[in-house]
């Protein structure tokens, strides 16, 4: 043998095949969070028809959305808590296994109340699955954290702009049944949260030792008062950034077709590349953070949008595209880094605090909606983005947040 040859050693290959089972892990995980937001998306596709069908009001539609945000929102933190206290590792393929029943169930439901225990069904699938499937990501980050998130987040941003897309070639013009060919989508992601969960079980973490090799591993040594005012002003941050992204989702294609005369078709291509700018930020936050830290991420992505922002309402229909383009991408790299941010500052609560943002990304961006809305009614569209501008100013609040350890 050579004196230059490479000595491969036993402990390098099984470090290889560990790095290569645990990219497995995250990329399943990224395809269940598509899945599983696609197929969230769907109930909004649904209204139209349902509105028809069943003589539905306003107030009833409203209430469909509350039925699936309260479970989709409100029982994450829950979920997050009690499997910090006792994680359960195959609550995955049961939540995504509760989804398949909602969509199952919303397909041939032949009475309003149906429709709603249906509603909630999917939410409850929602609720288990981000905090667990964000704590697994974590397990397999290798010490990448922003990295696992953001291939996590990747993958509920792609869901979220393909569904609308699906739900108009689909379920729109096929109507109410066809809502059972997305359970397929549901059966798949049951079938890769088993792996999953294998894979879960035999994890360190079930043999007690997680929470122990969590704290140090964060280096956090804040007092519980400074760590709250923390958690405030993160949760103020990602209500700037959820209602601004919320006016562009929601209210998007209404003010392309009411500003520059679009027709519905040209318009939701505008909302695509959008919705796809903002798949892309998701992806780019984690690993910037990993280089540089979270918190410039987070100062970054909300305040660095503002400018594009206030320009906006001013912008011809090119620019108009650019701009949102870019805000897409700027916003979107803050959530991956908040998360990552907050589980540094409550290390041992990974569970607690992937639900409690998830949940309060779903339901900010539902209130910025609704609330949004009645503005539109009063001031017109263009005013609410001039006006919606302004709430990324509150990206300044990022100067309070502490540094909560050495990375």
Request: hydrophobic fraction near 55%; charged fraction near 10%.
């Amino acid at each position: 043998m050579s004196e230059n040859a490479t000595t491969v050693t036993p402990g390098q290959v099984r470090g290889a095949a560990s790095g290569t089972a645990t990219f497995a892990i995250l990329a399943s995980l990224s395809t269940c969070h598509l899945l599983n937001d696609m197929n969230q998306s769907l109930l909004s596709a649904l209204y139209p028809i349902l509105k028809e069908s069943y003589q539905l009001d306003f107030g009833q539609i409203g209430l469909i959305t509350l039925a699936f945000q309260l479970t989709a929102s409100m029982l994450q933190p829950v979920v997050g808590m009690v499997t910090d206290r006792h994680p359960q590792p195959f609550s995955l393929p049961v939540a995504m296994g509760s989804s398949l029943i909602g969509l199952l169930l919303l397909s041939v439901a032949s009475s309003y109340a149906v429709i709603l225990f249906a509603a909630a069904l999917v939410g409850v699938g929602s609720s288990v699955f981000h905090p667990e499937a964000s704590r697994v990501a974590r397990m397999a980050s290798g010490g990448r954290y922003g990295f696992a998130q953001s291939l996590f987040q990747v993958g509920g941003a792609t869901g979220s702009a393909i569904g609308p897309l699906l739900a108009a070639f689909i379920v729109v013009p096929r109507g109410q049944p066809s809502i059972a060919w997305f359970s397929l989508a549901a059966l798949l992601a049951i079938l890769l949260l088993t792996n999953v969960s294998f894979w879960y079980s035999r994890h360190p973490t079930m043999a007690g030792q997680g929470a122990r090799r969590e704290a140090p591993r964060a280096h956090a040594s804040l007092s519980r008062t400074r760590v709250t005012l923390a958690i405030a002003v993160l949760v103020v941050l990602l209500f700037s950034k959820n209602v601004y992204t919320a006016s562009l989702s929601s209210y998007y294609t209404f003010y392309l077709i009411q500003k520059f005369h679009l027709s519905v078709q040209s318009a939701q291509i505008y909302l695509f590349i959008f919705l796809g700018a903002l798949a892309a930020g998701t992806f780019a936050g984690g690993p910037i953070g990993d280089r540089f830290g979270a918190k410039p991420v987070i100062w970054f992505s909300i305040l660095g949008a503002f400018p594009f922002a206030l320009m906006l309402p001013y912008a011809n229909l090119f620019w108009t595209a650019v701009l949102t383009v870019i805000i897409g991408l700027v916003l979107a790299s803050a959530f991956s880094a908040i998360l990552v941010y907050a589980q540094e500052l409550l290390p041992g609560r990974v569970g607690l605090v992937a639900g409690m943002f998830f949940g309060f990304s779903f339901g900010l961006g539902a209130l910025g909606a609704a609330a949004l809305g009645q503005l539109a009614d009063l001031v017109g569209m263009e005013k609410v983005y001039y006006y919606c501008s302004f709430l990324l100013m509150l990206g300044l609040f990022a100067a309070f947040l502490p540094n909560p350890g050495r990375r």
